[in-house]
């Protein structure tokens, strides 16, 4: 499966949560209570994370994809960082930069 991705800076992760769950119609796949939510949909993983002096602000975009090996980042001509990572690898990363998520 690969989805885009698409990731944000939040104000506030609690009222971003349910604004972003009811927008996207299914709760978040994992939350780290504070810090960081992500929602798996079919075409989409949504990333947000508090960071209330960067809100609103795009912080990456990329590609979940299983077929990927590694995870991988590059700067485009715009400067946008993109990822590309398997699902695995993202989940690695929640737990080694915020902590063990809550699932949903």
Do not use: C
């Amino acid at each position: 499966m690969k989805r885009f991705h698409i990731a944000l800076a939040v104000a506030n992760l609690d009222e971003s949560i349910a604004d972003y769950s009811r927008r996207l119609g299914q709760p978040p796949s994992a939350v780290v209570p504070g810090q960081y939510a992500m929602w798996r949909t079919d075409l989409l993983n949504f990333s947000i994370n508090e960071n209330p002096e960067r809100a609103g602000q795009l912080r990456h975009v990329g590609f979940e994809d299983d077929a990927v090996q590694a995870y991988s980042s590059s700067i485009d001509v715009n400067g946008l960082e993109w990822e590309s990572f398997s699902a695995a690898e993202q989940d690695e990363r929640i737990v080694s930069a915020y902590g063990v998520p809550v699932r949903g």
